[in-house]
């Protein structure tokens, strides 16, 4: 019996490449460890289980012809607002509750290509807005290590689905820490690329100067494995990089801490000696750390708070019960907008939307 | 606008334009809410001043206008997701009207 708790995906890779087990194993590992732990964590809003076994079958034929990617036969779960051709997609909000996605988002596609199974999608703040995933119309998610807890959010049923082995990997979206604080939350590495690095083609909006998909993961390792899969330029997304403009990767290391930020309290001194033991961790890997300022970080939170509900507020204007989604009958057009957006909002993205 | 203190805000009038019907009960605490956003203008006004003026690099990021799809490809997936159709078309209540009211 495999343990998917403390599997990793680089260490799947190997078990499936050496014909270990198979990707339908593993499939079903995952969704055997679904049976146990999701009536009390509540990570998925739908799991599937029929296309997930066909995917791994596939994934099994892609391994025994040879042609083996990162993520063949790896098992991920995937945040409700990434579309997925003919699958439902809703955001976490009743306003979607029955919407069928009509096209693949990019990462989607190129998970596709890499032989990746979908295994379901997860809980979400409505429309990602809030941190503890208690804000989706469709119930709170819990957190796997206490159920007592919440699993951080937006992205927390993605978060939540990783850390109780559900998936080995998921895809999260961050605007404002929604992917890298339930991730914390939940034990998990979680990454926000590079604005720019991963298309958001097939990401429903809320803040897009700020919005980036990203990998969760149990290390650092896989979620570079995921990032590595998901980036590059996509011509459906104009604010995606052009390939000749990636970065590369710094020769000299050099990590910059914001000490005087960090030392300003609101932080557990546990977490803080961690953090401190973390960095002369990294300096004896050859790491140069290094205390810097950032003048203007006193403005961020001012900044995103204006910034990011007028963006939002934009972008939720197309759910208006006129091309998908729920649509309330009523008498006249701007009847039809305000009922059906008054009752297919939440009440923070109905209190955002007015921002 | 800016200067706007919280009884100021009509919320009511914020409603409409974000064309969402919210019951009274919850227009009163959004009234209390809302204004908050104005302190972080505040705060904002105070940082413009002292930021000095940078110059993106600007690239073209919009595609050439030519090989358009073949028409019509997409059209049964998009109307599929619509909650009223006729024909080809996605139906709408009447949007403008014959006489002034």
Redesign the interface.
Same mark, same amino acid.
């Given at each position: 019996m495999l343990d998917i708790t403390a599997l990793t995906i680089a260490g799947a890779r190997k078990g499936l490449d050496k014909k270990e087990y198979s990707a339908q194993e593993l499939t079903n590992a995952c969704l055997s460890e679904i049976e146990k732990r999701e009536p009390n964590i509540h990570a998925f809003l739908e799991v599937w289980m029929d296309s997930a076994r066909d995917e791994a079958k596939a994934a099994d034929e892609m391994i025994a012809r040879g042609e083996s990617r990162s993520l063949t036969g790896i098992p991920l779960a995937i945040k409700d607002n990434i579309l997925i051709e003919g699958r439902r997609a809703s955001s976490g909000s009743k306003i979607l509750e029955n919407? *069928?996605a009509?096209?693949n988002a990019t990462v989607i596609e190129k998970l596709k290509r890499e032989g990746a199974v979908f295994i379901g999608r997860t809980n979400m703040d409505e429309f990602a807005m809030g941190s503890s995933t208690e804000n989706s119309a469709f119930g709170p998610t819990k957190n796997p290590h206490d159920t007592a807890r919440v699993p951080g959010g937006s992205s927390g049923g993605s978060a939540a689905a990783v850390a109780c082995g559900a998936a080995l990997g998921a895809l999260g979206s961050d605007t404002g820490g929604s992917i890298r604080q339930p991730a914390a939350f939940c034990g998990l590495v979680g990454l926000k690329p590079t604005y720019g690095s991963v298309s958001r083609f097939g990401l429903m909006a809320m803040g897009s100067s700020l919005d980036q998909i990203g990998p969760f993961a149990k290390t650092v390792a896989d979620a570079e494995i995921i990032f590595e899969a998901i980036k590059g330029h996509d !011509?459906l997304d104009?604010?995606s990089f052009p390939s000749e403009e990636e970065a590369s990767p710094p020769q000299r290391k050099v990590i910059g801490v914001l000490r005087s930020f960090i030392e300003r309290g609101g932080i557990d001194p546990e977490m803080l000696a961690n953090f401190n033991s973390a960095l002369e961790q990294l300096k004896s890997r050859g790491f140069t750390v290094k205390e810097v300022e950032l003048p &203007?970080l *006193?403005?961020a /939170?001012? =900044?995103y %708070? =204006?910034l990011m !509900?007028a963006e939002a &507020?934009t972008n939720l204007?197309r759910y208006? @019960?006129?091309?998908? @989604? /729920?649509?309330t009958p009523? *008498?006249?057009? #701007?009847e =039809? %907008? +305000? +009922?059906t957006? @008054? #009752?297919g909002?939440g009440?923070e993205v109905?209190?955002q939307?007015?921002? | 606008m800016m200067s706007a203190m919280a009884g100021e805000i009509d919320i009511k009038a914020l409603a409409e334009l974000a064309r969402l019907e919210v019951g009274d009960e919850e227009l009163a605490t959004l009234e209390r809410e809302i204004p908050d956003i104005l302190n972080f203008v505040r705060v904002i006004e105070k940082a413009a001043a002292s930021s000095e003026e940078e110059s993106p690099s600007l690239r073209n990021v919009v595609r050439a206008d030519e090989n358009p799809h073949e028409s019509g490809v997409y059209t049964e997936k998009l109307l599929k997701a619509a909650p009223a159709r006729e024909g080809n078309r996605i139906a709408v209540k009447q949007v403008l009207k014959k006489n002034k009211e």
């Open positions: 919407y *069928e009509s096209y !011509p104009s604010t &203007s *006193e403005y /939170l001012a =900044v %708070y =204006v !509900p &507020s204007a208006d @019960g006129i091309r998908y @989604g /729920l649509s009523a *008498e006249t057009i #701007q =039809v %907008y +305000k +009922k957006r @008054g #009752q909002f009440r109905r209190s939307s007015m921002r | -």
